[in-house]
C-alpha cells in the first residue's frame, strides 16, 4: 500500500497507456448503446503537476510534457486526439498544471448514457477519488480490493464494457496474478475489451507471462510495449506493456503508427524500442 501514482502521473507509462484507453472508450461509442468502463485500480482521479510530489520526479516532463512540446504527424494526432482533449480540457489556461488519471480520463470522454465503476483500496485515495466524482450519478466509486472487482462486479448490466487493470505492481507475483485474473474475468465477461498495463523493467518475467498469457486460450489478445531506455543500469521502470483482449478491428494498425512516434519522442537514450504483435488472434504470425 505504498505505492501513490501522483509521484508517476504523466509519465512515458501514462502516455502510453491513456492513449489507447481513450482509442478504446472512442471506439465503444461507435455504437449508441451504452457501456461501462470498470477501473480496477483507479488512483485519485486527477493529479496537480504543479504540487509537491509531482515536482519531486518530474516525470511528467519526460512524458504528457514532451507530447506538447512540439508539433504531431497528422496520422499521429488524430490517433491521439481524444486523449489530448481531455489534458487541454483541463488546463483550459494553457500549459500543463492538472492531468487526468484514467477515471476521469474516460468519464470525461463520455457521452450521457455511459458509466463508470472505480475501485480503490488505499484508504487515502479513495476519499480523494470520491469526492471528485461526489454527485456525479454516471460514475460509481467503491472502496475495494481492485482484484476482487474482476469476480463480483462483471459482467456489467449494460453487457458492454473496458475493464481497466492497472496494478501497482508492489508484491511478488502481480504478472501471475494478472493471468489468473484476466482468465477469472473472461470467463464472466466473454464480450468484453480488457486493457491490462504491466511494468517493463530489468528482470521482469515477460516471456513467462506472455507464455501464460498463450496458455489460456483466451482467443484474441494484442499486446503493445515501449521502452524508453536501457535497462542494463537501473532496477527501475524502463518500459510498460498493454494486453488488450478483445481489441478494436483498427487498433493494431494504429499501435503502428502510435508506438514508433512515442519511441522517437519520449526516448530517454539510444536503446528506446517499441513493438505491437498478437499473442493469440488475428494475424498471430505478423
Known amino acids: ?159 458492454r464494457g473496458i475493464v481497466l487493470v492497472d496494478p501497482p505492481f508492489e508484491i511478488e507475483g502481480e504478472y501471475e496474478r494478472l493471468v489468473d485474473g484476466l482468465e477469472k474475468a473472461v470467463r464472466r465477461f466473454p464480450g468484453g475489451v480488457y486493457c491490462l498495463w504491466y511494468p517493463l523493467k530489468k528482470g521482469a518475467p515477460i516471456a513467462q507471462f506472455h507464455a501464460a498469457l498463450k496458455a489460456s486460450d483466451i482467443p484474441k489478445m494484442l499486446c503493445a510495449e515501449l521502452s524508453v531506455k536501457s535497462d542494463r543500469e537501473t532496477t527501475g521502470l524502463t518500459g510498460s506493456g498493454l494486453i488488450v483482449v478483445n481489441p478494436p478491428f483498427t487498433l493494431k494498425a494504429e499501435l503502428d503508427v502510435l508506438l514508433p512516434f512515442l519511441k522517437a519522442r519520449l526516448a530517454q537514450d539510444r536503446f528506446a524500442s517499441s513493438r505491437s504483435f498478437w499473442l493469440a488472434g488475428e494475424n498471430k504470425a505478423s
Open 1 to 159: 500500500m505504498n505505492y501513490r501514482h501522483v509521484y508517476h502521473a504523466g509519465n512515458f507509462a501514462d502516455v502510453l497507456k491513456h492513449a489507447v484507453l481513450a482509442r478504446l472508450v472512442t471506439y465503444m461509442q461507435g455504437k449508441d448503446k451504452a457501456f461501462r468502463v470498470l477501473d480496477t485500480h483507479a488512483g485519485i482521479g486527477l493529479y496537480d503537476l504543479s504540487g509537491i510530489e509531482a515536482q519531486k520526479t518530474g516525470e511528467w516532463l519526460d512524458g504528457i510534457g514532451r507530447l506538447l512540446n512540439g508539433d504531431l504527424p497528422a496520422d499521429v494526432a488524430d490517433i491521439l486526439a481524444p486523449y489530448l482533449k481531455v489534458v487541454q480540457e483541463l488546463n483550459p489556461q494553457g500549459g500543463l498544471t492538472y492531468y487526468p488519471g484514467s477515471p476521469k480520463l474516460a468519464r470525461m470522454l463520455f457521452r450521457p448514457q455511459d458509466r463508470l465503476s472505480a475501485m480503490e483500496l488505499h484508504p487515502d485515495d479513495y476519499e480523494t477519488l470520491h469526492r471528485l466524482f461526489d454527485g456525479d450519478f454516471q460514475s460509481r466509486i467503491t472502496h475495494l480490493d481492485g482484484w476482487l472487482s474482476l469476480g463480483a462486479h462483471l459482467p456489467p448490466k449494460e453487457k
